[in-house]
């Protein structure tokens, strides 16, 4: 057992750390007094930079504006990327996870939204990119981005989550981005869905509309006409900037709480139909075989799901002592009501708190305050929706669903703290 003498040398050896907690104590911080704040690096490699001396960046002037004319974060933070599996092919159908665990707050940042691409990322000129709207309407319309951005525009914070998010057979992987990494949120500033439509004019028998995207697979996705008429958006900006290339440039379609292959990029298409198109995306993909031999398609909504973010897989905790256990929830059908967390295996549940705002289908953060006892501990989120849907477990799920299960899986996902504090997938 060599961790109580670490934690000892730890809390003892370093001016630096003894600094924190005293200051801490001053303002009456409660997780400072608990004495293990400040990293595991040694005070004496950096000494000269720690108080009571003036750092070194403090004794000539910085970089005139950065110099930059796209700011990028800290060289320190080059680490948080897009995780990008070794495994699979990255050519044609690829995917990179957002790196949940590095995150805080619900937005995710551009450059690290995931992205998910079945014919590749193309290069769309935005003066060349036309949205053709047909089929079961009294005008046929073609339309500029200029023409999309003349109507009223709106903003709203959305999630976005692929239905392979993960799927059941592939291996697990260690890390909260490993596992659920295809989901991200973001502000999307676009045009309603239903207006364009009105501005076609819907004829009798629209039931659907058929999206297809400008990218080589052609991706098409069939959308029920009630939720093309209710919060379904066509989305040309994303936090503010216009959409990366890979969600989509210069337009996408946004329906929210939808499975993520819903959510048709780089849109080229509108067909306003009687029928669904009956798509690849819609039949052989993002369909589950049941164990009775049925087939449930057109599933849509994402189902009400959390995770802890901190911590989790990868990450170590450095002393016993307070840790906040804080992590992201959402549900395709709403807004989150409440995120139980335990931190007994199960056995017992709190109710943890929900960050403002908690806004329909966006992810919500929770947290909670934790006093690790130093002992090996399994901990776990449960997100309850306002539909008062509650999150499965894994068994609960497999039990309805069966072998044949690819998708939407929505399970609780525990992890595994060691004593050493290691944090580890508890279902691996
Ligand atoms: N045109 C087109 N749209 C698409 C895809 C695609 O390959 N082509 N991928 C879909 C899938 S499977 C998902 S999960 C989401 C991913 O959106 P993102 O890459 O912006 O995260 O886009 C969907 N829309
Ligand atoms: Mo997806």
Known sequence: MTRPTDIDKNVTSTSRRRFLIEGGALVGGAAVATGFVGSKASAAENAGNLPPNVPQWMKTPGDPLGSQPYGTPSTFEKNVVKNIPKDLKQYLSASGRTPLQDLDG??????????????GVPTIDPA????????????????????????????????????????????????????????????????????VLQEAGLQPGAKWVVAEGADSAAM??????????????????QNGERLRPQQGYPLRLLVPGFEGNMN??????????????????????????MPDGTARE????????????????????????????????????????????????????????????VLTRALTRFRLPWH????????????????????????????????????????????RIAEDGEVTNANA
């Open 298 to 357: 057109f599933t849509f909504y994402m189902e009400a799901k959390s995770i802890i973010t901190r911590p989790s897989g990868g990450q170590r905790l450095t002393a016993p002592g307070f840790h906040e256990i804080s992590g992201i929830a959402w549900s395709g059908r709403g807004k989150v009501r409440r995120v139980d967390v335990s931190v007994d295996d199960g056995k017992s549940w709190q109710v943890a708190q929900l960050q403002e705002p």
């Open 106 to 119: 619900i937005i995710t940042p551009n450059g690290l939204f995931y992205e998910r691409h079945h014919g």
């Open 128 to 195: 060349q990119h036309r949205l053709m709207l047909h089929g079961l309407v009294d005008r046929p319309l073609i339309f500029t981005m200029d023409d999309i951005r003349r109507f009223p525009s709106e903003s709203h914070i959305y999630f976005l989550e692929c239905s392979g998010n993960p799927e059941y057979k592939k291996p697990y992987g260690k890390t909260a981005s490993d596992l659920v990494g295809l989901v991200s949120c973001a502000e999307w500033t676009g045009v309603s869905l239903k207006l």
């Open 220 to 237: 098409t996705r069939s959308i029920p006409i009630e939720k093309c008429l209710d919060d379904a958006m066509l989305a040309y900006s």
């Open 264 to 289: 048709v990029k780089w849109l080229r298409r509108l067909h306003v139909a009687a029928e669904p198109a009956y798509s690849r995306e819609e039949t052989s993909k993002y369909t589950d075989p």
């Open 372 to 415: 690790w006892d130093g002992k090996p501990a399994v901990i776990q989120s449960r997100a309850v929706d306002e539909t008062g849907y509650v999150q499965p477990t894994l068994a609960e799920l497999l039990a309805v669903r069966g072998d044949n299960y690819v998708y939407h899986n929505n399970a609780i996902w525990p992890w």
